[in-house]
């Protein structure tokens, strides 16, 4: 099985800062990577999907690159309303993974 | 308006059964395919279950394979899972999610239902 390993766990950042998380794949996926935010006590909301397409209406702010085994989610400026859990997800042969998660904090 | 509202969680004893259900509106539940993902208190997301827009292909994690069937009645616009032979880390809020397409990520997500396997 594909294993996916998200860094950092915990990221302490601030309104405005750039923010890069990264998703490594255990095993080559192509672009079969998409990226969610979840917030305490909601639903996981898609925000990139085959590794670098905006989902319509998430904020332009919100880019995802790679292809492969190494992915990012990028946050160009941090805004109040960014501080969450950020999962990776991929698929590959008929199943899908999630990433561990990444919190993203208030420095 | 695009809504799923999952219902039947509940607390259950380890091995017992209980059935999951997710009602879909607002679009067209024949044409899209379907999963279940759950999250344990505290814990990160785990995919369980794919099932397709015609219910001819199904998948499932290997941590379920076994206890747990998806299915669906497009007629019904719903969604099941039925969950034999439960374990205690069966224990999460079970979320039903529409695919956007099929592969590249889910769209659409309810809001959960918690079920806790605890005797």
């Known amino acids: 099985d594909i294993q996916m390993t998200q860094s950092p766990s915990t990221l302490s950042a601030s309104v405005g800062d750039r923010v890069t998380i990264t998703c490594r794949a255990s095993?080559?996926?192509?672009?079969?990577l998409a990226w969610y935010q979840q917030k305490p006590g909601k639903a996981p909301k898609l925000l990139i999907y085959k590794a670098s397409s905006l989902e319509s209406g998430v904020p332009s702010r919100f880019s995802g690159s790679g292809s492969g085994t190494e992915f990012t989610l990028t946050i160009s400026s941090l805004q109040p309303d960014d501080f969450a859990t950020y999962y990776c997800q991929q698929y590959n042969s008929y199943t899908w993974t999630f990433g561990q998660g990444t919190k993203v904090e208030i420095k | 308006e695009v809504q799923l509202v999952e219902s039947g969680g509940g607390l259950v004893q380890p091995g017992g059964s209980l059935r999951l259900s997710c009602a879909a509106s607002g679009f067209t539940f024949s044409s899209y395919s379907m999963n279940w993902v759950r999250q344990a208190p505290g814990k990160g997301l785990e995919w369980v279950s794919y099932i397709s827009s015609s219910s001819s292909t199904i998948y499932y994690a290997d941590s379920v394979k076994g206890r747990f069937t998806i299915s669906r009645d497009n007629a019904k616009n719903s969604l099941y899972l039925q969950m034999n032979s439960l374990r205690d880390e069966d224990t999460a809020v079970y979320y039903c999610?529409?695919?956007?397409?099929?592969?590249?990520?889910?769209?659409?997500w309810g809001q959960g239902t918690l079920v806790t396997v605890s005797s």
């Open positions: 999610a529409r695919d956007l397409v099929f592969r590249v990520g889910y769209n659409y």
């Open positions: 095993q080559s996926i192509s672009s079969w």
